[in-house]
Every structure is written in C-alpha cells, then in structure tokens.
C-alpha cells in the first residue's frame, strides 16, 4: 500500500519538480562519470576520491601519479622510522662526556668508572621534545597511509604496500631491532 502513495506521489510531480528536485540532490556525480560514493570492497576503478575532496582522480595517467606519490610517501614514513631509531640510539650512546653526571662516590674512592654510563632523556631535553614532535609526525603519517589504504582501490594499495617494501629495503637492514613498537596500524 505504501509503494503505490509513493507512485502517487511521484506521478503528482510536475516535468519542472522533477528536474529541480534532480538539480537540488547531490549525486556525487563530478559530471565526468566517476562517482564520489565510497565503496567498501576491493576495485580497480581510475575513479578514486583520495584523502581530501579536491584530490579526485578520474583517468589512468591521474590514478598513476597519485600511485607513484603514495608508493614515495611509504618510502619516506619507512625512512622517518629509521631516521628516529638512529636518533635515539646516536642520543642514547655513552660518550665521554655521559660520565660527568656520577658522583665519585658511585664509581669508588679513586673515582675511575668501569663499564659505560646510559644517557638517558629528561622529559624537557631537546632530545625529547624532538622525539615527540617526529613521534607525532610519523603517528599522523601512519594514520594517513591507513587511510590511503581504505580507499580500497587496488592500485593504490599496491603503490602504498610497494613503497613500504622499497622503504624497508632501504632503511630496514640499517636498524637496531626489527620489532617496531613505535607502529601504529599493525
């Protein structure tokens, strides 16, 4: 019963209603044939909406560039990882002057230290505050790839999940460890 009050209805608009209620509501039609609808599984569609709404693609040479701008945005938060495990372990390093901070009463009556000190941050060393502010960069870039990621468009995924591959390739065999707890999308 329903269905037909809204054919009535339907059928009561005028030429003139139909065309302004199609002009009023947004379709997310960008007049090119792409759709800016999100959809939740896997395509291999040119037409992508990435990140931010002026950032549409909406032919193969476009969906290409923005491929090879991500592929260089996981090399770069690979190389941002490492980087801020260099610095840490550069910070971290006993030095000869890391010693000027025991007393003689620690090191004995002759004052001579075996082992090494650790140097470690205080909460307003430069090393810290530098530590936090790339902590926050590389967070937000983590949370942006991830993004990137649930466009869902298979190019860009493999453009993202290539660039990590070369970044680790990379930088990776010039790290510590190889757990990385600082990750923030595993």
């Known amino acids: 019963m329903e269905h037909n009050h809204a054919d009535m209805h339907h059928a009561d608009m005028t030429h003139a209603d139909m065309h302004h209620a ?3 509501h947004d379709h997310g039609n960008h007049g090119d044939g792409c759709s800016s609808a999100h959809a939740m599984v896997f395509h291999a569609g040119v037409c992508q909406e990435i990140l931010f709404k002026g950032w ?3 032919t193969a040479l476009e969906l290409f ?4 701008a991500i592929f260089l945005a996981g090399v770069l938060y690979e190389g941002l990882k490492y980087y801020r495990e260099a610095l840490h372990a550069r910070a971290t390093a006993a030095t000869g002057d890391s010693r000027v901070n025991i007393t003689k009463t620690e090191c004995g009556a002759n004052g001579a230290c075996g082992g090494t000190a650790v140097v470690k941050y205080s909460m307003t060393s430069s090393g810290h505050i530098i530590q936090t502010l ?3 960069v590389q967070s937000t870039a983590s949370y942006v ?3 990137v990621f649930m466009t869902y468009n298979v190019w ?3 453009a993202l999940v290539l660039g990590l591959a070369a970044g ?5 065999w010039r790290k510590n460890t190889v757990v990385d707890v600082t990750e ?3």
């Open 22 to 24: 199609d002009m009023t």
């Open 56 to 58: 549409m693609t909406t």
């Open 65 to 68: 560039g923005s491929a090879v």
């Open 134 to 136: 790339l902590h926050v």
């Open 145 to 147: 790839l991830m993004l």
């Open 156 to 158: 860009l995924c493999l």
């Open 168 to 172: 680790y390739f990379c930088f990776g």
């Open 184 to 186: 923030h999308c595993q």
